[in-house]
């Protein structure tokens, strides 16, 4: 498997929260990675959640890392911080604005900024606990170190639900498509599988499945790419 870019809009949904308490909730994912053999590889990656909800609204700050040396070289430094707020408007929709700022070293992304604007439709609690759709349109502006900057207007839609599998196993998936409105060859696919395992309501253990696909990427960057991370998950 290929460790490779995130797509523009990281997928938020799966660090949302699955509950709907008042107040501040705070999430906290780390994975350390260490392999050796015909090569020695040391990873971090982390997460950190912030959730505010009060009077109908939802505020949302999510920050991220992931850096990795291999035989003593960089063979991973990116990151993004994104911001988001939920407005409800009845009890099956709501909307919500966010930015996100990021960067990937290893591509030599310098930066990516984007902002939207869209609705949220809240589907209702059936067999699984949670149903959403989205659709937003959002502006992106790359900077690249060594080719010329480039912007986007695009659409982002995603389909996001949970189920509980008995009282400790919870199962997430969220699945983004996301188009340019100049360009509908011009698009991306995120799709992301997260299974955790909880110990208490403050610890658990998580699987994450991601799938991407580009199907105009830059140079050097695969088509099609899939990252398997597993890790410990801390709420409070």
Sequence with gaps: MSVLPLLALVNTEALRSSDSVKGLRHDLSYELGWLSGDSVKHSFSGDYRLDYRHAGSEY??????????????????????HLRRIKDLSSTLAYEGYIQDQFDRFINLKERL????????????????????????????????????????????????????????????????????????NYRLLSLQ????????????????????D????????RFNSVLKQGLRLRF
């Design 60 to 81: 949302l700050m999510i920050l991220s890392r992931d850096y990795a040396k291999s035989n003593g070289l960089v063979s991973q430094d990116k990151g993004f911080v």
């Design 114 to 185: 984007l902002y939207g604007l869209g609705l949220r439709f809240y589907l209702g609690k059936s067999t699984f606990k949670t149903f959403y759709l989205g659709c937003s349109l959002m502006n992106e502006h790359e900077r690249y170190s060594n080719q010329a900057d480039h912007e986007h207007l695009r659409l982002s839609n995603y389909v996001s639900f949970s189920y509980l599998l008995g009282s400790t196993f919870n199962y997430r998936h969220t699945t983004y498509y996301q188009v340019s409105t100049t360009d509908f060859q």
């Design 194 to 213: 997260d299974l955790n395992l909880a110990f208490s309501p403050v610890i658990s253990l998580f699987l994450k499945l991601e799938l991407r696909y």
């Design 215 to 222: 199907n105009q990427p830059f140079a050097r960057i695969e």
